[in-house]
């Protein structure tokens, strides 16, 4: 692994059903996060993490939930998918230690619910 | 309350200059980011401004002016793959990026 990997890449799901988005980075950074992105809307945070055992909500934190339980994994969770959360979804790393703490993305995740 | 404001489309020439505007009214500042954006493929960062003035780097430059909450990307010797989108990123009081809409930028030959 180089960076940051997202799993599935794209998945259609049903209203109703429960789904788990998956992220991991190998830059040992301290700070994750994830964001949706809709066209014509900027990013929105949705969970962030500044270290692993530790999470916090963003803007649209509702119908989401995340947990942190080692550095590299940052796993979202939609509990009972509605078609509102179609969307794409970054996850995203950076070092909240280093003076630019930069993010770096993932590949994205393309979300359908029908 | 916080707003990034970004025109939505711009269209340049191959080989001119083009000049991406990004005004800001947030709560807090901790830093501006500019990042790529091509479509379908996640952003990728170009720059950071913290304080004001330009910061240039190869054919990409940000301008920063903290106290007209206001900055730009310029982008000189347009090239065909310069077509993205581009977002400008404001670091907030609490240490979150708070994102603008982003810029699509049409480079035409």
């Known amino acids: 692994i180089a960076g940051i990997t997202q799993a599935p890449t794209s998945q259609i799901l049903a209203a109703g059903r429960r789904m788990t988005l998956r992220c991991t980075q190998d830059m040992r950074h301290n700070a994750m996060y994830w964001y949706r992105q809709d066209l014509g809307l900027g990013l929105r945070l949705i969970h962030y993490?500044?270290?692993?055992?530790?999470?916090g909500k963003g803007e649209v934190p509702d119908g989401y939930s995340v947990s942190r339980a080692n550095t590299d994994d940052f796993p979202l969770t939609l509990a009972s998918a509605v078609p509102s959360q179609t969307s794409v979804y970054f996850c995203?790393?950076?070092?909240?230690?280093?003076?630019?703490?930069?993010?770096?993305f993932g590949p994205g995740t393309r979300l359908t619910v029908l | 309350g916080q707003n990034i404001d970004q025109p939505t489309e711009m269209t340049a020439t191959e080989g001119a200059i083009v000049q991406i505007n990004c005004t800001y009214q947030?709560?807090?500042?901790?830093?501006l980011f500019w990042y790529q954006q091509h479509a379908g493929e996640a952003p990728t960062f170009l720059s950071y401004?913290?304080l004001d003035g330009l910061e240039e780097k190869g054919r990409f430059s940000s301008f920063l002016s903290r106290s007209k909450g206001y900055s730009y990307l310029l982008l000189k010797e347009l090239q065909m793959k310069d077509s993205a989108s581009y977002l400008c990123?404001?670091?907030?009081?609490?240490?979150?990026?708070?994102w603008g809409a982003g810029t699509k930028l049409i480079i035409k030959p």
């Open positions: 947030t709560s807090g500042f901790n830093g």
């Open positions: 993490s500044n270290t692993a055992g530790t999470t």
């Open positions: 990123a404001i670091m907030d009081s609490n240490y979150q990026l708070i």
């Open positions: 401004n913290v």
């Open positions: 995203a790393s950076s070092d909240s230690t280093s003076p630019t703490d930069t993010q770096y």
